[in-house]
């Protein structure tokens, strides 16, 4: 089926779509090596024409215009409401992956976008070389909900890890001014995801996301996660400036940190000077039922990451640091030219007021223990389910065999979900505003498509 002209006309051409016999169309073959219409180079017919748009043709333009960084499902979604997607020929999907964690609002909540199109008809972008309200409105907030004190803002996760690297070595050196040699080191664990810049990805502990760009930064130690007798001798060495730990790992597989494991961390980086940075880029802003993953625990760190669902969708990060911390960075030791933008502040605001509320938090608790222990009840007898784990609305079915061809098949009935870990977990991140019959809707789909595991394990 061809693409919608009017669906195509409302989102990217609004000024010339319309109603009526009247109404100007676009035609364009898209065997074109270029987009004239787009490029201007075109004159426009007031006839009434289609756009003839199959989703074909737009994953071969694609593949053609694009670095292949990304194994993309054969899916072209073009609209989302609510906790619902939509594709091209209108098939609606419910979404389990929130754009993977990053849309906890759901798709199209109207005081996400209140916000953003009030800021936009104001004030987008004027850089950190000047002041902005939006951006002190949600530095506040941030440190009045968090252990924090000052806050530096980024545009994504692996930003906001890359600066929390920068920030451990200075804070060292500041600490250290007369030694020679300082604490540079960092300790990362098993199964951790950290980003993927330079940096960042060093802290990573999957190889091969690592080993095509050796050499990358030295000093970094992994170490099993939950292990803390090793973590404790090596944070005791005193060349450790920094630990960098998940209290929920996402990509990794869906795997919670223990009480003592992160109490052994706070108490060793006391001992030896070292900094705890706890990196809930994908596990922190509500998603576990509390704003910061880390306050289950009762367990609060020098630094802290921020990304993924700040800003409901535009590009954020954040790194909150204590006063200790913050008095070592001076100015010029890091920056951004976007970071921080009125825009993006404005709609992390509006994101931030609705998530902190405590009812909103206890809904998600509620909704994700509802949501475990239907999973548990429905999959759990099957062969291939060895575990449901997670808290909130972070989940992961274990499975002992690859989950793609589960989620390929959820896909083909209407469902979205991840995969994590080893590629053998299902990883279920909805919108926070997800219903309990949405939830129900979900479970049965999972269900119903469980048969193809025994086909995926046979081959």
Same mark, same amino acid.
């Given at each position: 089926?061809?693409?919608?002209?009017?669906?195509?006309?409302?989102?990217?051409?609004?000024?010339?779509?319309?109603?009526?016999?009247?109404?100007?169309?676009?035609?364009?073959?898209?065997?074109?090596?270029?987009?004239?219409?787009?490029?201007?180079?075109?004159?426009?017919?007031?006839?009434?024409?289609?756009?003839?748009?199959?989703?074909?043709?737009?994953?071969?333009?694609?593949?053609?215009?694009?670095?292949?960084? *990304?194994?993309?499902?054969?899916?072209?979604?073009?609209?989302?409401?609510?906790?619902?997607?939509?594709?091209?020929?209108?098939?609606? *999907?419910?979404?389990?992956?929130?754009?993977?964690?990053?849309?906890?609002?759901?798709?199209?909540? @109207?005081?996400?976008?209140?916000?953003?199109?009030?800021?936009?008809?104001?004030?987008?972008?004027?850089?950190?070389?000047?002041?902005?309200?939006?951006?002190?409105?949600?530095?506040?907030?941030?440190?009045?909900?968090?252990?924090?004190?000052?806050?530096?803002?980024?545009?994504?996760?692996?930003?906001?890890?890359?600066?929390?690297?920068?920030?451990?070595?200075?804070?060292?050196?500041?600490?250290?001014?007369?030694?020679?040699?300082?604490?540079?080191?960092?300790?990362?664990?098993?199964?951790?995801?950290?980003?993927?810049?330079? &940096?960042?990805?060093?802290?990573?502990?999957?190889?091969? *996301?690592?080993?095509?760009?050796?050499?990358?930064?030295?000093?970094?130690?992994?170490?099993? *996660?939950?292990?803390?007798?090793?973590?404790?001798?090596?944070?005791?060495?005193?060349?450790?400036?920094?630990?960098?730990?998940? @209290?929920?790992?996402?990509?990794?597989?869906?795997?919670?940190?223990?009480?003592?494991?992160?109490?052994?961390?706070?108490?060793?980086?006391?001992?030896?000077?070292?900094?705890?940075?706890?990196?809930?880029?994908?596990?922190?802003?509500?998603?576990?039922?509390?704003?910061?993953?880390?306050?289950?625990?009762?367990?609060?760190?020098?630094?802290?990451?921020?990304?993924?669902?700040?800003?409901?969708?535009?590009?954020?990060?954040?790194?909150?640091?204590?006063?200790?911390?913050?008095?070592?960075?001076?100015?010029?030791?890091?920056?951004?030219?976007?970071?921080?933008?009125?825009?993006?502040?404005?709609?992390?605001?509006?994101?931030?007021?609705?998530?902190?509320?405590?009812?909103?938090?206890?809904?998600?608790?509620?909704?994700?223990?509802?949501?475990?222990?239907?999973?548990?009840?429905?999959?759990?007898?099957?062969?291939?389910?060895?575990?449901?784990? &997670?808290?909130?609305?972070?989940?992961?079915?274990?499975?002992?065999? @690859?989950?793609?061809?589960?989620?390929?098949?959820?896909?083909?009935?209407?469902?979205?979900?991840?995969?994590? &870990?080893?590629?053998?977990?299902?990883?279920?991140?909805?919108?926070?505003?997800?219903?309990?019959?949405?939830?129900?809707?979900?479970?049965?789909?999972?269900?119903?498509?469980?048969?193809?595991?025994?086909?995926?394990?046979?081959?």
């Amino acid at each position: 089926m061809s693409y919608s002209s009017s669906i195509f006309l409302n989102n990217c051409f609004p000024s010339l779509s319309g109603s009526g016999s009247g109404s100007t169309r676009l035609h364009h073959s898209f065997t074109n090596a270029k987009f004239p219409f787009i490029a201007g180079r075109a004159s426009l017919s007031m006839e009434a024409q289609t756009v003839d748009l199959s989703k074909e043709v737009i994953m071969e333009e694609f593949n053609k215009y694009f670095v292949g960084t *990304y194994a993309r499902a054969p899916l072209v979604l073009s609209s989302g409401k609510g906790c619902k997607l939509y594709d091209m020929e209108g098939r609606e *999907y419910l979404d389990l992956t929130s754009g993977i964690a990053v849309n906890a609002l759901g798709h199209g909540d @109207p005081d996400w976008i209140n916000a953003v199109t009030q800021q936009a008809n104001v004030l987008t972008h004027v850089s950190n070389v000047y002041y902005s309200l939006p951006q002190l409105e949600l530095a506040k907030r941030l440190v009045a909900s968090s252990f924090a004190d000052r806050v530096f803002f980024s545009n994504s996760g692996t930003e906001a890890n890359e600066a929390a690297i920068k920030f451990a070595r200075k804070f060292q050196k500041f600490s250290h001014p007369d030694e020679k040699q300082p604490p540079v080191e960092f300790i990362a664990f098993s199964n951790c995801f950290h980003g993927r810049t330079m &940096g960042a990805v060093a802290l990573t502990s999957k190889e091969q *996301y690592r080993s095509p760009f050796e050499p990358v930064m030295p000093g970094v130690t992994f170490l099993e *996660y939950g292990n803390v007798q090793a973590a404790k001798e090596l944070i005791q060495s005193g060349k450790i400036a920094a630990v960098f730990v998940e @209290p929920i790992q996402g990509e990794g597989g869906i795997y919670s940190a223990t009480k003592d494991f992160l109490q052994s961390l706070r108490t060793a980086c006391d001992s030896a000077g070292s900094l705890l940075v706890f990196d809930e880029v994908q596990c922190g802003l509500g998603r576990t039922g509390h704003l910061w993953a880390h306050e289950a625990y009762d367990i609060y760190p020098d630094i802290m990451t921020l990304a993924k669902p700040l800003a409901g969708g535009l590009p954020i990060g954040a790194v909150l640091v204590t006063e200790r911390v913050a008095a070592a960075i001076n100015y010029g030791d890091h920056g951004s030219t976007f970071a921080g933008g009125p825009l993006v502040c404005n709609a992390a605001v509006a994101v931030l007021d609705k998530i902190s509320k405590p009812g909103f938090l206890a809904s998600v608790t509620k909704k994700g223990q509802y949501f475990r222990e239907l999973l548990v009840k429905k999959l759990g007898g099957n062969s291939h389910v060895r575990e449901v784990r &997670g808290v909130g609305l972070i989940i992961g079915v274990d499975l002992d065999v @690859p989950a793609s061809p589960l989620v390929e098949a959820c896909q083909q009935s209407g469902l979205l979900v991840l995969t994590a &870990g080893k590629g053998n977990v299902v990883r279920l991140v909805p919108p926070l505003t997800i219903t309990e019959q949405e939830l129900d809707h979900a479970a049965e789909i999972l269900f119903n498509c469980l048969p193809v595991l025994d086909k995926s394990a046979n081959n």
